[in-house]
């Protein structure tokens, strides 16, 4: 864990509208659940289906995480972020609209290219995404940990920068046969395994 990144006993309440993965903002074969916090895939596998946020950001220092319920099986899982351009029939970070982490290798993909970046994730992990919207940098963290070196608290060594806004929070899944992929967003700070960092707000505010 980086400095100001500790396992999170907060609950604070907040009049901020509730953050949770889109009934529209998705692709037909997700499924949700958990009151539309849990995203889980049906349909055939080895097709990807996209899901992405309700609300997404344009500027300040934001975090959320996404839990991987289920995904060791063929983990090829993606978490990240995305415009609304970005197709919701390949893995986030496919196209030039997408940037995420990616858990069969741990990689990072935006515009189909993959790059070294960090460990490989799947079932039970919980990935962590900082946004800086004033240079439009990207950090990921697994189990509190941030991949690649970086510090998001420091802006040092992020695994993406320039990216545009106004991004969203999203996830790709690939497997429906059981055990099907199934994540759970996490965007307000009583849902968080890990608090954000010093400077950085839950995606939801509250």
Same mark, same amino acid.
């Given at each position: 864990m980086i400095p100001g990144i500790v396992a999170s006993g907060m609950r604070v309440s907040s009049g901020a509208p509730a953050v949770t993965w889109s009934q529209t903002d998705k692709n037909a074969s997700i499924a949700l659940s958990n009151g539309n916090l849990t995203a889980t895939k049906n349909g055939a596998d080895g097709a990807y289906g996209a899901i992405r946020a309700t609300q997404g950001a344009s500027a300040g220092k934001l975090y959320f995480e996404v839990l991987i319920v289920a995904g060791t099986t063929s983990p090829f899982?993606?978490? $990240?972020l995305a415009l609304a351009a970005a197709s919701l029939t390949v893995y986030t970070g496919a196209d030039a609209s997408g940037w995420g982490y990616y858990g069969q290798t741990g990689q990072k993909a935006t515009n189909a290219v993959l790059s070294t970046y960090g460990a490989a994730f799947g079932t039970g992990d919980v990935i962590g995404v900082f946004y800086d919207g004033s240079t439009g @940098?990207?950090?990921? %963290?697994k189990n509190g940990l941030v991949q690649g070196g970086g510090?998001?608290? %420091? $802006? #040092? @060594? !992020?695994a993406f920068t320039g990216v545009p806004n106004t991004v969203i929070p999203s996830a790709a899944l690939w497997r429906a046969s059981s055990p099907a992929h199934a994540v #759970? $967003?996490?965007f307000k700070t009583s849902?968080? @395994?890990? %608090? !954000?960092?010093t400077g950085y707000s839950s995606w939801s505010g509250g």
């Amino acid at each position: 864990m980086i400095p100001g990144i500790v396992a999170s006993g907060m609950r604070v309440s907040s009049g901020a509208p509730a953050v949770t993965w889109s009934q529209t903002d998705k692709n037909a074969s997700i499924a949700l659940s958990n009151g539309n916090l849990t995203a889980t895939k049906n349909g055939a596998d080895g097709a990807y289906g996209a899901i992405r946020a309700t609300q997404g950001a344009s500027a300040g220092k934001l975090y959320f995480e996404v839990l991987i319920v289920a995904g060791t099986t063929s983990p090829f899982i993606t978490v $990240g972020l995305a415009l609304a351009a970005a197709s919701l029939t390949v893995y986030t970070g496919a196209d030039a609209s997408g940037w995420g982490y990616y858990g069969q290798t741990g990689q990072k993909a935006t515009n189909a290219v993959l790059s070294t970046y960090g460990a490989a994730f799947g079932t039970g992990d919980v990935i962590g995404v900082f946004y800086d919207g004033s240079t439009g @940098s990207v950090w990921f %963290a697994k189990n509190g940990l941030v991949q690649g070196g970086g510090d998001p608290v %420091a $802006g #040092t @060594s !992020p695994a993406f920068t320039g990216v545009p806004n106004t991004v969203i929070p999203s996830a790709a899944l690939w497997r429906a046969s059981s055990p099907a992929h199934a994540v #759970t $967003g996490r965007f307000k700070t009583s849902d968080f @395994s890990y %608090a !954000p960092p010093t400077g950085y707000s839950s995606w939801s505010g509250g």
